[in-house]
């Protein structure tokens, strides 16, 4: 439910609350998807992104970026060999 | 002997299941792609959106400064500052205009120039918090008469971007602030100096200028508009004793992540020669 909870805020908050919050909460949600920050990202350039400004849309690489590290520390952390 | 078998599995997509991560992030992409290509539908869809969200925003600043006194006559400040602010833009702004009136009284108005002094008033449906993308998205489109590069102006008639994108019902317009924006400006009490001055992100801007033009602290900047019109104030000199010149912080002179509504106007080829801006057919 928490997680539900938290995912949901980290949307709505590209709409309605200002960037460092959506940041956090960003990082928050990235420990239970990974997949998190680039979602988010993408979404805020469907938002926000006017190709005018940059030739890259930079949420959606910065997303990229923290998704991959993100997968990094997972991949670092499951430290046993032992799988389910 | 009985043999295990290791089950090769995939971070977003599984023998089982598929990642609901996965799911989502293959609906954000066709939500991005529904931007592409049908972007006015895009943009009807999300309007009520954006607007519920900056009555929320409103709503949620008034309740909180209704706590207290304090708050309360710090938002009416502001308000004063932001008014006392425009009003003095629209001082200096009318000022320029005499002295161009001035030069023109000899010579009749042109039609052309009586559409100049006309505009198209558009509310502010999204603004992104301050960001890299410093960019309106505007209520007002080609139906309405909305063209690319028509300038923008805020509360007083202070220039604060250009029409880059348009579509039926929407438009959207880049800052003077926004990265790749440079324009072409005056700087001093008599707007006599040319500068270049260069978008910085975030609502900022900024320009160089040799080390011995008389500028301090202060001083207004000024865009083409009609005549030239105020666009901020140097709120800092960054001087290094090694360059030539020096670097001057510029302030906006209307706060960009405040403004509700705008007026565009067609200011002309004057105003577009002294743009250099990156163009994109996406809207």
């Known amino acids: ?84 | 002997m009985k043999r295990t078998f290791l089950v090769k599995r995939n971070a977003l997509l599984s023998s089982t299941k598929i990642s609901w991560g996965f799911l989502a992030l293959v609906g954000v992409i066709l939500l991005f792609g529904v931007r592409l290509i049908a972007p006015n539908f895009f943009w009807n869809t999300f309007a009520p959106v954006f607007r519920t969200a900056d009555t929320l925003s409103t709503g949620s600043h008034v309740l909180i400064s209704s706590f207290s006194t304090t708050a309360k006559l710090a938002l009416q400040n502001e308000h004063l500052i932001s008014e006392n602010t425009a009003l003095s833009n629209e001082n200096q702004a009318l000022i320029q205009k005499i002295a161009s009136l001035s030069e023109l009284l000899d010579s009749p108005m042109k039609e052309s120039q009586k559409n100049m002094m006309s505009g198209i008033i558009a509310g502010v449906v999204s603004r992104p918090p301050e960001s890299p993308y410093d960019s309106f998205l505007l209520s007002s489109g080609a139906s309405k008469g909305v063209v690319l590069g028509q300038e923008v102006f805020g509360m007083g008639g202070v220039p604060i971007g250009i029409i880059s994108a348009v579509t039926d019902d929407f438009s959207r317009a880049i800052l003077f602030s926004a990265p790749s924006m440079v324009v072409h400006g005056w700087i001093g009490a008599h707007a006599n100096i040319p500068i270049t001055i260069f978008g910085s992100g975030g609502g900022a801007m900024s320009a160089s200028l040799s080390r011995s033009a008389d500028v301090a602290v202060g001083d207004k900047v000024f865009a083409p508009g009609p005549g030239s019109l105020p666009i901020g104030i140097v709120t800092r000199i960054d001087s290094d004793p090694t360059a030539p010149g020096v670097t001057l912080r510029i302030q906006p002179a209307l706060n960009p992540f405040s403004i509700t509504w705008v007026e565009l106007r067609d200011t002309g080829e004057i105003f577009t020669e002294s743009l250099s801006w990156t163009t994109s057919t996406t809207p």
């Open chain 1, 1 to 84: 439910m928490i997680r539900v909870l938290l995912i949901g805020t980290t949307f709505v908050s590209v709409v309605l609350f200002p960037w460092p919050l959506t940041v956090f909460l960003v990082f928050a949600s990235s420990v239970f998807e990974p997949l998190i920050p680039l979602i988010v990202g993408i979404f805020a350039d469907t938002l926000y992104y006017a190709p005018q400004v940059y030739a890259v849309p930079l949420y959606t690489l910065y997303g990229m970026i923290l998704t991959g590290t993100v997968f990094f520390v997972r991949s670092r952390l499951r430290a046993s060999t032992m799988r389910e």
